[in-house]
Every structure is written in structure tokens, then in C-alpha cells.
């Protein structure tokens, strides 16, 4: 089975300022999907960024890019420029890349702005 | 992209009442999973819709309580039944599509609480 850890329940970052979030996973796959998915307030889960294991190079959108360590089984996210409306829960997934299962979520980790 | 219509966005329930949540897709979707996130809490899964046959429970849920219909490869539901306060969550669907399930969508979520 898969596990995600989140490490970090909370942090808070100044705006315009960077932030790393930290995500490991645990699995015997090697074909798999990483996930950051951002939830505000609202309760919609929005999709952040992805990341397919096969893919050596780390993904990156806009001011969110991640650090992918296949070895290290890490995923970290970093927010550049913060702003905000990061202001939100963060939460980082795996999911199989076959088989048409669903994603394992981490705990989450707050992120909070600050003006 | 897909778009999940969810409803209802909210509901108060009294104990020992049903309440059943609909995600209706705009399109063909493979897979559909329903989700709950309790207050605080990251998402667990409580079941994976199966298309014309019995859906896939996770290890403690159970179809009594949580029965879940899927007619056709757009809709599907969940129905919460005889209500206690511990029931009270958030309950998000979500569906995938594309060979290697490459596309993930996620209703806005139903927040229910029981009195």
C-alpha cells in the first residue's frame, strides 16, 4: 500500500516571500503520479501542479515548481512570490499511473500568508 | 476538461435521517470515487463507483451506511444513512479519464452536518 507523510500541519510565509512544503511517499511502484492539490476555504480541491514519476525534470507552473527526488521518495512544493491567495490547505498525492486507482492523500499542511 | 456538478453544496441533517449526494459529470468518465474529509482532516476514501455493478468499499465503510449507485458512466451517488454527528464531514467525488488515468476532477463538495 501507498502512504503519503506531510510533516508540516502548519507554516505561515510573508508575501512575496518563498515557501517550501515537504511531502514524502512511500511505494513499490514505479509508474506513479505526484500531486499537489491546494484547497482554500471554498472546498474545491484545485489542482496545483503534477508530476509523472517516469519524468526526470521537475514540474513547474507559474510560481509553483517542485522538487522531485525519485530516489528519496520526496516531493516538495515551492511557492515563489507568495500571495494572498495561497492562503489554503496543501495537500500532497500519489497515485498509481494504471489500474484506474484512486489518490492517496497526505495530511495536509496549512498554509497561511501573512500581509 | 470535465466539469462534476455536485449537489448539495450543503445540508443540515437530524439524527437518524438519509441524505444522498449526486456528481454529475458533463462527460464520459472512467472512474468515480467518493470521498470524506472530516473537520480538519486530509480526504479518505470511502468507496470507488463501479459503472453497473456494486461499488468498492474501503476498509471500514460499508455499503448500509454508505450505499452508492453509479447507473451510467456520468452519474453517480452517495447516500449517508441513518445520520449520527460523527457523520458530520465534507464529501467530495471526483472521476478520472484517459488511458492512464491522466485526468482528475473533483466535485466542490457537500459539507453535511448532523444535529
Given at each position: 500500500?501507498?502512504?503519503?507523510?506531510?510533516?508540516?500541519?502548519?507554516?505561515?510565509?510573508?508575501?512575496?516571500?518563498?515557501?517550501?512544503?515537504?511531502?514524502?511517499?512511500?511505494?513499490?511502484?514505479?509508474?506513479?503520479?505526484?500531486?499537489?492539490?491546494?484547497?482554500?476555504?471554498?472546498?474545491?480541491?484545485?489542482?496545483?501542479?503534477?508530476?509523472?514519476?517516469?519524468?526526470?525534470?521537475?514540474?513547474?507552473?507559474?510560481?509553483?515548481?517542485?522538487?522531485?527526488?525519485?530516489?528519496?521518495?520526496?516531493?516538495?512544493?515551492?511557492?515563489?512570490?507568495?500571495?494572498?491567495?495561497?492562503?489554503?490547505?496543501?495537500?500532497?498525492?500519489?497515485?498509481?499511473?494504471?489500474?484506474?486507482?484512486?489518490?492517496?492523500?497526505?495530511?495536509?499542511?496549512?498554509?497561511?500568508v501573512i500581509? | 476538461?470535465?466539469?462534476?456538478?455536485?449537489?448539495?453544496?450543503?445540508?443540515?441533517?437530524?439524527?437518524?435521517?438519509?441524505?444522498?449526494?449526486?456528481?454529475?459529470?458533463?462527460?464520459?468518465?472512467?472512474?468515480?470515487?467518493?470521498?470524506?474529509?472530516q473537520p480538519?482532516?486530509?480526504?479518505?476514501?470511502?468507496?470507488?463507483?463501479?459503472?453497473?455493478?456494486?461499488?468498492?468499499?474501503?476498509?471500514?465503510?460499508?455499503?448500509?451506511?454508505?450505499?452508492?449507485?453509479?447507473?451510467?458512466?456520468?452519474?453517480?451517488?452517495?447516500?449517508?444513512?441513518?445520520?449520527?454527528?460523527?457523520?458530520?464531514?465534507?464529501?467530495?467525488?471526483?472521476?478520472?479519464?484517459?488511458?492512464?488515468?491522466?485526468?482528475?476532477?473533483?466535485?466542490?463538495?457537500?459539507?453535511?452536518?448532523?444535529?
Amino acid at each position: 500500500a501507498q502512504t503519503v507523510t506531510q510533516s508540516q500541519p502548519e507554516m505561515s510565509v510573508q508575501e512575496a516571500e518563498t515557501v517550501t512544503l515537504s511531502c514524502t511517499y512511500d511505494t513499490s511502484e514505479n509508474n506513479y503520479y505526484l500531486f499537489w492539490y491546494k484547497q482554500p476555504p471554498s472546498r474545491q480541491m484545485i489542482l496545483v501542479i503534477r508530476q509523472e514519476a517516469y519524468k526526470q525534470q521537475n514540474a513547474t507552473e507559474n510560481r509553483f515548481s517542485v522538487n522531485f527526488q525519485k530516489a528519496a521518495k520526496s516531493f516538495s512544493l515551492k511557492i515563489s512570490d507568495s500571495q494572498l491567495g495561497d492562503t489554503a490547505m496543501y495537500f500532497c498525492a500519489f497515485m498509481k499511473r494504471s489500474g484506474n486507482t484512486p489518490l492517496v492523500f497526505g495530511k495536509g499542511t496549512r498554509l497561511s500568508v501573512i500581509a | 476538461s470535465a466539469v462534476i456538478s455536485q449537489k448539495p453544496s450543503r445540508d443540515i441533517c437530524q439524527r437518524g435521517t438519509s441524505l444522498t449526494i449526486q456528481c454529475q459529470v458533463d462527460s464520459q468518465v472512467t472512474m468515480m470515487f467518493w470521498y470524506r474529509q472530516q473537520p480538519g482532516q486530509s480526504l479518505t476514501l470511502i468507496a470507488t463507483a463501479n459503472q453497473g455493478s456494486e461499488a468498492t468499499y474501503e476498509s471500514g465503510f460499508v455499503i448500509d451506511k454508505f450505499p452508492i449507485s453509479r447507473p451510467n458512466l456520468t452519474f453517480s451517488t452517495l447516500t449517508v444513512s441513518n445520520m449520527s454527528p460523527e457523520d458530520s464531514s465534507i464529501y467530495l467525488c471526483s472521476a478520472t479519464e484517459g488511458a492512464a488515468n491522466e485526468k482528475l476532477f473533483f466535485g466542490s463538495g457537500t459539507q453535511l452536518s448532523v444535529l
